[in-house]
């Protein structure tokens, strides 16, 4: 990783308006778990309210905001060529682009949402928050992240993704949702908590294996794509 | 085209092409640059810029090939820090200071003291180090000489700079110049796109002429000045007597042919404007005329250039 890339991305990542958002859906966060603690079945209600905000809107709009943007933004503003014109691997220049969206984007979620669990009173579910948020931002990042350095309007066209695909499509059938990012980290809640959840039936392993392959992927990809695109 | 004789050259294009979908920006470009200032001039869409983002590795070409001291800066990582280059867009990483921007650029090329190396460099652009203020703040002036201090910092050997003298003051200019030909002297190969005649003129250095896409000519600068003042030209003139007057220029032989246009105006073709330049006044002097105006019809960049492309 580049140390020098990964501070001047990072910089770009902390706006005003992106924290204002961040702290806004934090406190939406809480809030949520406030009122799932007061529900008959606390376990269930604050399972699926973790689940349903926290991975499925949460994670994915913050990591869809901050992961097309981190490169995105290079390429749509032409000042890639900045970073692209030197002698530095690709592979570094991406993996300094993930670990800036990863270090405004997780901590942020990963104790927002772990407070969360706290506050829902439900013992079983606060590690398992912690873990499949984490997992969650890391596969959603990583997608994101490549997506911005392939498209123009990558912003639209990942929350086409998230809306269509991850949270329509994948309700269609068994396949259609081993092919849905949320259904692992879900997956990881369901067992922590044995509350069911449509999707949330992948098998433990896949669910701590398949999101790290996907960031992974979509790092690797970012990767090659900087090797092979051409800079304006 | 000619390649240079002597040391191998620090820049080479053989065959080298580039199209986008039925587009042809850079068609079967071949030269070679050496160190000193090269100037490459050509109109808006000439394929300029094109040909130095190929230089710089940042575009492919879609044929034949485009070498920096003998490598391929599209797969070799390594050649990129030996080449600078101040690319053509205004925009900058705004959020950054410009000791901030070039520093990042220092630290990237590996540069054992990047704080020292980047106030050096805006120092030579003459702007403050000391100035904190944000690069979204800077004048268009300003941002052309921090893009310039970003590509020398590193002290490359070839500097591609793309229309590096736009917006820049007369004064600024001059100085720019002066330090383009400062870094040619230093065994630096400077490649300097322009699509202004003076310009180009005022860098007195050898010129690689692109226009549509072509390499249209190559070779000191005046050689291709001679080549533009050679060309035919057409001029319109306005005069209260136009036919006496295309009759007398037809006379002295200073036209090859004339069209009345009006009754006070005539359209003549030269194909040798310095003599008709000479002779057009004395000739309406002679025979009691009044010359109202002269205007020339195609002198524009993109006839000298389409003129160029067509020899």
Redesign the interface.
Known sequence: M?L??YR?IL??QLSPARLLVLAGLSGVAILLAFVSRAADDTVEVATQTIANFGINIFAAFIALSLGSAALGNLVE???L??????????HSIATAAMAAVLTVVAPILVVVMTVAAVVTGVDDLVAATAVATALAVFAYSGIFLALGLRFERSLLIGLGYIAIWELLMSRLGDWFARLSIRSYPMSILSDATDVSMRLADRSTLASYIVPLAVGLAGLLYTSWRLTRT??? | MSTQAGPPPMVQAVGASKWFGDLVAVSDASFSIGAGVTALLGPNGAGKSTMLRMMCGLARPSNGSVTVLGKDPRSDVSVLGRIGMAPQQESLLDHLSGQEFVELAAQLHHLQRPVEAARQAIHTVELDPDDTRRLSTYSKGMRQRIKLAQAIVHDPLVIALDEPLTGLDPRQRREMIELFHRLGSEGKCVIVSSHVLDEVERFGSRVLVMAQGRLAAEGDFREIRNLMDDRPLRISIRTDQPRELAIALLDRGVISGCRLENTDLVVVDTTDPAAFRRAVAPVARDRDLSLLELRPLDDDLESVFRYLVAQ
């Open positions: 580049n020098a890339v001047v910089r770009t503003d032409r000042t060529v900045y970073l692209w014109l030197r002698p530095v691997s690709r051409e800079i304006d």
